[in-house]
């Protein structure tokens, strides 16, 4: 089984509406993120937390939210999706203490806003 | 603040070709170097690291040797196969934060 599961995989959804995008890990890893990535502009972060009660904006956290359920879970929200919204969405999780802790990746949501 | 470069893509070659994608960073202190590769449809999974000035980072014949002085971690392979095609990220993390910058990828085509 993956360490790191993304649902739903792809989703198409109309402007305006509320998506939730959810992100579960088996790796008993305290830090984790969510990123987007379109054509040519790499990952963008946009939302971490380093544990159950930390929550922290990534450089384009506007009309994102995010909330951390648990240690394992870690979902993502667009409250009023809209067409610029859309893009192929990461979660990550990695240990937490040293900068030599790499990254692991879930397979990706890719979202279309119509 | 921190930031990553890397030649822009695609990159096509052939099978058996010899493989270099660029890499250039801005940080402060002593950041960790990592490549990241994501083949289609999945996600990012780390590819190799160095730690520190010197360090040499090496899997599935890619190596990337961590240059201070030159603020680069090049990747290199030897010789590369149709299966290598794929988004190669470059990205760095120092201390402090724990955030990753990243690169914006680069496109690695190869034909047979």
């Known amino acids: 089984d993956a360490d790191v599961t993304q649902t739903p995989r792809n989703r198409i959804t109309k402007t305006g509406k509320r998506i939730m995008l959810e992100c579960s890990q088996t790796?008993?890893?305290?830090?984790m993120y969510w990123y987007r990535q379109d054509p040519g502009l790499g990952l963008r972060l946009i939302y971490y937390?380093?544990?159950?009660?930390?929550?922290n904006k990534g450089e384009i956290s506007d009309g994102y939210s995010v909330s951390r359920q648990a240690q394992a879970k870690f979902s993502l929200s667009l409250e009023s999706a809209i067409p610029n919204q859309t893009a192929l969405y990461f979660c990550?999780?990695?240990?937490?203490?040293?900068?030599?802790?790499?990254?692991?990746f879930g397979p990706g949501t890719r979202l279309t806003v119509l | 603040g921190n930031s990553v470069t890397q030649m822009e893509g695609p990159v096509t070659l052939s099978e058996e070709a010899f493989l270099t994608i660029n890499c250039t960073y801005t940080?402060?202190?002593?950041?960790?170097l990592f490549w990241y590769v994501q083949y289609p449809g999945e996600g990012l999974q780390l590819l190799l690291k160095?730690?520190?000035?010197?360090d040499k980072g090496s899997n599935k014949g890619f190596e990337a040797t961590y240059r201070k002085e030159t603020t680069s971690f090049h990747l290199e392979k030897g010789s590369v196969q149709v299966s290598d095609s794929a988004v190669y990220f470059c990205?760095?993390?120092?201390?402090?934060?724990?955030?990753?910058?990243f690169g914006r990828g680069t496109s690695l085509i190869v034909h047979p």
């Open positions: 990550a999780t990695s240990e937490s203490g040293q900068n030599y802790n790499e990254q692991f």
């Open positions: 790796k008993g890893h305290d830090r």
């Open positions: 937390s380093f544990d159950v009660k930390d929550i």
């Open positions: 940080a402060t202190g002593y950041p960790s």
């Open positions: 160095a730690t520190k000035a010197d």
């Open positions: 990205a760095l993390q120092s201390g402090g934060s724990y955030i990753p910058t």
